[in-house]
């Protein structure tokens, strides 16, 4: 059996319960060594076996699970694995293979960034969306989702795997739509030890970035939920009539 299992944002303890208890459980463990706190390996058993996925192509990962067939393996990917953690083509080999496999949702870094931020994605009369996307690199971005079309909707957007591609960036939100004015904040390992947060503009977000020395590793949140207005919630309005309060 394999547990994909999401390591959460960072600091060890944001891990879920059931995320825990597998890695304890594991008789073989591999991990995104780029990315997953190593503090996380302290919870398996002394006699695991471990792999770092940092050093492995796909085809090593996938014949390390075929040899462990039968065994309790953990392949343990950074914050919650649905989001950019490349498993849909683990799980289509593990099929093929008729190994069984299940997935432990993780706490991901979009909302590790939030909590440090103190921020609300979702503030009313501001925004109800929240973009998660990239930048094109040497990973394509199909035309459709490019930076300049999602702007447009001048939604929340948390940027992920562009922290090197600020100045782009920062051209490309403003000629899709968002103001030069635009609140902005990254977010350097969020919940890490090493934290970092910057707050800036879309105009000042690559002299922000460079000056700070952040090139990777960084969230980059856009938008007017990180800025002072906004209405109260409806949901509390002692006017408001709800199932529980008349």
């Avoid at 938008?223 to 309005?237: Q, T, V």
Wanted: charged share 25%.
């Amino acid at each position: 059996m394999v547990n994909f299992v999401g390591a959460g944002c960072g600091a060890p303890d944001l891990i879920t319960l059931r995320g825990k208890r597998l890695i304890e459980q594991a008789d073989v463990l591999i991990y995104a060594g780029s990315l997953v706190n190593p503090e996380l390996l302290d919870y398996a058993r002394p006699d695991c076996e471990i792999h770092n996925s940092a050093f492995m192509t796909l085809e090593q990962v996938i014949g390390v699970m075929e040899r462990a067939r039968g065994k309790n393996v953990v392949r343990l990917h950074t914050g919650d694995p649905s989001v950019y953690g490349a498993i849909r083509e683990q799980m289509d080999r593990l099929a093929e293979l008729g190994i069984e496999y299940a997935i432990c949702p993780g706490v991901s870094s979009f909302c590790g960034a939030a909590a440090v931020l103190r921020a609300e994605y979702t503030l009313p009369d501001v925004s109800q969306t929240v973009i998660i996307t990239r930048m094109a690199g040497r990973t394509s971005v199909p035309e459709r989702e490019s930076i300049e079309k999602l702007s447009a909707h001048r939604a929340t957007m948390v940027v992920f795997l562009s922290a090197g591609m600020t100045a782009e960036l920062s051209e490309k939100l403003i000629s899709g739509g968002y103001k030069p004015e635009t609140p902005v904040a990254i977010v350097y390992k969020a919940t890490w030890a090493e934290q970092k947060i910057i707050r800036c503009t879309v105009s000042t977000l690559a002299e922000s970035a460079r000056k700070s020395g952040i090139n990777k590793t960084a969230l980059i949140t856009v938008g007017d939920f990180l800025g002072d207005d906004y209405s109260l919630s409806r949901l509390y309005d002692a006017n408001f009539k709800t199932e529980y309060r008349k």
